[in-house]
């Protein structure tokens, strides 16, 4: 049995994300929750739940290098680029941290690589992974990380500056849409949203299993999972029918990117809309 690695202690401190300006309107009322997508199969096996866990992704992290893929149910293989998630940022992945504002929540943060760039840009930031090896490599490298889903409760939710989907994380749980509104959630009024695109023109959801390639049959019987794929035309699409707004669209280093701000709540607009008319009315009646 592979042994996942235990991070050090004490633990990295969990940055704090910046407290609200005290003119943003609370609600009493709480929000409801952004429920996961439903995972097909067997949701009562573990690593149906967390297929990250499993042996592959946690030898490939040790290694540092792959082969890893992504096997999809008709046999085709998608390569996971497990030598650049273990390596420091590059220049692409620093265009992207550049632009960051705020506190920052690094959505499946593998092994740490721009969690660790982030606090060497002098900026807040923590991970989140579902997988053990990850989180343990993050925190070895000196970040703060939490071994969670992002639909699972996550410190701070509604405060963080910026949110990062980055190295194909758009496609987490299979559901782009549910993904953009649990991060709607986490993110400060006016946060921004830095996705990376697949870099076909590709909108497609499909079932997987991890696989390195070997093909033992532990690897063939693992179980599947929903991911999913999207191209800059598709995400800009469903950004804008989710209620986003892009800010900003660029490529570097043969990858693309765009950075995503989510519109107001329709409540909050209603308030502003009303407060603004009801001034308007007393200014007349005066």
Do not use: K
Request: hydrophobic share 40%; glycine share 10%.
């Amino acid at each position: 049995m592979t042994v996942s690695p235990h991070p050090p202690t004490p633990h990295p401190p969990t940055p704090h994300p910046p407290t609200p300006h005290s003119s943003t309107p609370h609600s009493s009322t709480p929000r409801p929750r952004t429920a996961a997508p439903e995972n097909p199969g067997d949701a009562a096996e573990a690593t149906g739940r967390h297929p990250w866990r499993t042996d592959p992704y946690t030898r490939a992290l040790r290694a540092g290098r792959g082969p890893l893929f992504l096997r999809r149910a008709d046999g085709r293989l998608l390569p996971l680029e497990v030598e650049r998630w273990c390596a420091g940022a590059d220049e692409a992945d620093l265009t992207v941290l550049r632009r960051c504002t705020g506190a920052v929540l690094d959505i499946g943060c593998g092994p740490g690589r721009l969690v660790t760039a982030l606090a060497e840009l002098g900026r807040p930031a923590l991970g989140v992974d579902t997988a053990p090896a990850a989180v343990g490599h993050t925190r070895e490298r000196g970040g703060a990380a939490l071994c969670r889903s992002v639909f699972e409760p996550l410190p701070g939710e509604g405060r963080w500056g910026s949110a990062l989907l980055i190295d194909g994380n758009i496609g987490v749980g299979g559901d782009p849409a549910a993904l953009l509104a649990r991060v709607r959630e986490l993110l400060a009024p006016g946060g921004l949203l830095l996705a990376e695109a697949a870099p076909a023109e590709v909108e497609e959801r499909f079932q997987v299993r991890l696989d390195d390639g070997s093909g033992a049959r532990s690897e063939r019987h693992a179980p599947l999972f929903p991911w999913a794929r999207l191209g800059r035309r598709a995400l800009r699409a469903l950004a804008g029918r989710e209620g986003w707004t892009v800010v900003e669209e660029w490529s570097a280093y043969g990858r693309f990117f765009l950075s995503l701000r989510a519109a107001a709540p329709a409540a909050a607009i209603e308030a502003v809309t009303s407060a603004v008319a009801d001034t308007a009315s007393s200014h007349e009646r005066s």
